[in-house]
């Protein structure tokens, strides 16, 4: 089992769960390393001391918050620490929901919780109960630092704890400033939309979706390690102005649609799926995430 990332208890009424919070998701981006154009030499950043124009270690760096223009009170881990309180390991669930209630726009990150010492009758009964119910515990706990909301949920045979942005983190769609249509969308191109959304309909099955632009990045650096050119693919056009009713006919008689529905083995066809890299494609080992000068890619 994968170390644990924190140590606490989940709470609710006067229950307590003791629970392992565990990573539930791997990141799959490609990893790259800053290395200077003109001579492939790594790139370096320092932590540097303005004042005193040194590199510092980080024995010597602490929190600082500027309370007024240039001044600031600094903080150590211990003084941070003790902001936590005594709860700093708790989970306190204050109500169950409906789970269709979230807007899935709140859940941030995922993680498994697994029992704590002698915690393992309590952890199948409130997973139990979760499961049976359909309801999602939602509480507030403090995690490296930060207050997160969070929801607690059963998921097959684990209890998965999402943390969940705060309304307040919300932009106000209201600022985007997006300007009214001049026209509102006729009927007709509303129902032949609606007829090319029937046709794509098919059961969520995440394992058949696959990061196709991971492949085709290694793509690239395979063709760029065999000396060929890389070229941009040509970009689609966009749908223009009086083109819409047209195209989504057109989608819809042309078999495209039908192309990526569910097929006969009960799965639906990966949308977008690219040919994976021949042979030697370079792999992205653990160790390129480590290491001075790196950025990451979005793949």
């Avoid at 990141?27 to 492939?40: L, M, Q, Y």
């Avoid at 705060?166 to 249509?181: G, Q, S, T």
């Avoid at 060929?228 to 649609?257: C, F, I, M, Y």
Wanted: positive net charge; aromatic residues 6%; hydrophobic residues 35%.
């Amino acid at each position: 089992m994968p170390r644990s990332l924190w140590n606490g208890t989940i709470a609710f009424g006067l229950v307590r769960v003791p629970v392992k919070l565990h990573t539930a998701t791997e990141s799959k981006s490609i990893s790259f390393r800053e290395r200077h154009v003109s001579d492939g030499a790594a790139i370096e950043h320092r932590r540097m001391c303005v004042a005193e124009d040194r590199e510092v270690p980080y024995s010597e760096i602490a929190k600082g918050f500027e309370v007024s223009s240039g001044s600031y009170v600094m903080l150590s881990k211990e003084e941070i620490a003790a902001a936590e309180g005594p709860e700093a390991h708790v989970i306190d669930v204050e109500h169950f929901v409906d789970g269709q209630e979230i807007d899935p726009a709140y859940y941030e990150r995922a993680y498994y919780l697994s029992p704590g010492k002698l915690g393992d009758e309590a952890y199948r009964t409130l997973h139990s109960a979760l499961k049976t119910s359909g309801k999602v515990g939602i509480g507030r706990f403090l995690f490296h630092g930060k207050a997160h909301l969070a929801a607690v949920r059963a998921l097959k045979d684990v209890i998965v704890l999402h943390t969940m942005r705060f309304a307040d983190e919300f932009v106000d769609p209201r600022e985007l400033e997006i300007a009214k249509a001049d026209k509102q969308p006729s009927k007709l191109e509303i129902d032949t939309a609606r007829l090319l959304v029937d046709q794509l309909v098919a059961s969520f099955e995440p394992d058949a979706y696959e990061n196709s632009y991971r492949a085709a990045v290694l793509g690239v650096i395979e063709q760029k390690a065999r000396g060929e050119k890389v070229q941009a693919p040509q970009s689609q056009e966009q749908t223009g102005e009086g083109e819409l009713l047209s195209a989504l006919r057109a989608s819809l008689e042309d078999g495209h649609a039908r192309k990526r529905r569910r097929p006969a083995s009960g799965k639906p066809r990966p949308a977008g799926k690219a040919p994976r890299p021949s042979g030697g494609a370079p792999r992205s080992p653990k160790g390129a995430v480590r290491g001075r000068g790196r950025t990451r890619g979005e793949g």
